[in-house]
């Protein structure tokens, strides 16, 4: 503990640098990961390009109230030069574990309005119970992030995205090529999937498909949730195919 802060201190004596990466084996508190973000916004705020995390444990100092992850990020919204932010946390929500829920629309539009010049975005956590990003999400991610180019999220909630108004959807021609939703649970692929492919085509036209791979299995979790990603990249693949004819 005392050497992390001590770790944490001694990057204000740094010069000013472009990227940044934090990674941990051990446990690493909800505060000392916010403290670490604020020293590097505080230090670094136009010289900072890029930020990666990885850490496997993020522990519960906030007497088990879930944290969102918009709030646990919040200190780097000052960081508008930022082009790269990466973060993975890979152990699940249990005993002294921080639980993570899905952001909402809002908090994701807080987030990425504050990084317009983004050109890779990945965010890789083991959720609590909460559904996953929804259309709504990835439009406003498209709308704020022009130059984004890389996009790796956890599922996308394509029950929601069955019930959305894909006429409502801005058409913006955005170049985002790899685009990856994976980490789905199979409740989650309820849903019309040939809708949600409409959907999301419309926002990411030039995405490349191929990214579209079943998530690794894990203990506990049925074969089927691949089979149905993969049977949602073949719809998205068919709207591209007949939009060309």
């Not at 100092?61 to 993975?88: G, M, T, W, Y």
């Amino acid at each position: 503990m005392a050497a992390r802060a001590d770790r944490a201190r001694h990057l204000r004596d740094l010069i000013p640098c472009s990227s940044v990466t934090i990674q941990s084996t051990e446990d690493v508190r909800w505060s000392e990961l916010q403290a670490c973000y604020h020293v590097l916004a505080t230090r670094f705020p136009v010289s900072l390009r890029k930020v990666i995390v990885r850490i496997r444990h993020l522990s519960d100092d906030r007497e088990n109230l879930p944290v969102a992850l918009v709030q646990l990020v919040s200190p780097l919204h000052k960081l508008q030069q930022l082009e790269v932010f990466c973060i993975s946390i890979d152990a699940n929500p249990g005993a002294n574990q921080q639980a993570i829920t899905t952001p909402t629309t809002e908090e994701v539009a807080a987030l990425v309005s504050s990084w317009p010049q983004v050109r890779v975005l990945r965010i890789r956590y083991q959720p609590g119970c909460t559904p996953g990003c929804s259309i709504d999400t990835l439009a406003t991610i498209a709308k704020h992030c022009p130059g984004l180019e890389t996009l790796h999220l956890r599922p996308l909630n394509i029950e929601g995205a069955a019930r959305c108004d894909v006429s409502s959807l801005p058409a913006l021609d955005h170049k985002l090529r790899s685009l990856s939703l994976a980490g789905s649970d199979p409740e989650e692929l309820c849903g019309e999937l040939g809708h949600a492919a409409e959907a999301l085509d419309k926002l990411f036209p030039h995405a490349d498909l191929h990214v579209y791979m079943p998530p690794s299995a894990s203990p506990g979790t049925s074969p089927s949730y691949a089979e149905g990603w993969l049977r949602f990249g073949e719809y998205v693949m068919q709207v591209s195919i007949t939009k060309t004819r």
